[in-house]
């Protein structure tokens, strides 16, 4: 587990503008403040990923997500609220305020409310959700571990967090919550 210090050097490269890396329920995740778009950017720049891909944002719990999302249905909030055996990304109606660069200029957004522990305590400790895309370059396998993302990414400034990536063997679900139809 890392230490409350890690914890803060976290939220401040996060506030600051900065990438950092995290692990997530199946690989490390690489993010950043989702209202930064000069961070998005390096992000997506970082990850040779291109501005049309949407991103997800992981998030403690719904009130984080608010902002992001149009005003939904209560029966469509209870469904993305139950919890599950396993991650599931949610595609929902994006408020109009949202950046091109969070939904790769479509009119969803992609959410999740995240199970990992540590990746939950890191939005809660932040105050905010968080992007979450894996920690490769695109085309890539996706990294595991603090030590293999540090020694990809440090030189790129991104701040790796200590930790264990959950037990997970595939990423998240994505799900178009409106129609139900599973996407990955």
Known sequence: ??????????VR???????????????????????????????????RRSSNKGLILIAADFSQLKDYLQELPAEL??????????????????HESVPRGLTGGRSTIAVRLVQHALAKELCELAQMPLVSTSANIS?????????????????YGVYTINGLVGGAAEPSQIIDAVSGKQLR
């Open 1 to 10: 587990m890392p230490s409350a210090w890690q914890k803060r050097q976290f």
């Open 139 to 155: 085309g890539y396998r996706a990294l595991s571990t603090a030590h293999h993302t540090r020694l990809k990414f440090a030189q």
């Open 77 to 94: 909030l209870k469904k993305i609220q139950q919890p599950s055996d396993r991650a599931i990304t949610w595609l929902l109606p994006a």
């Open 13 to 47: 490269q996060l506030r600051a503008g900065g990438l950092v890396a995290y692990p997530t329920e199946a690989v490390y995740g690489l993010g950043c403040d989702p209202l930064n778009s000069a961070a998005v950017s390096a992000l997506q720049a970082l990850k």
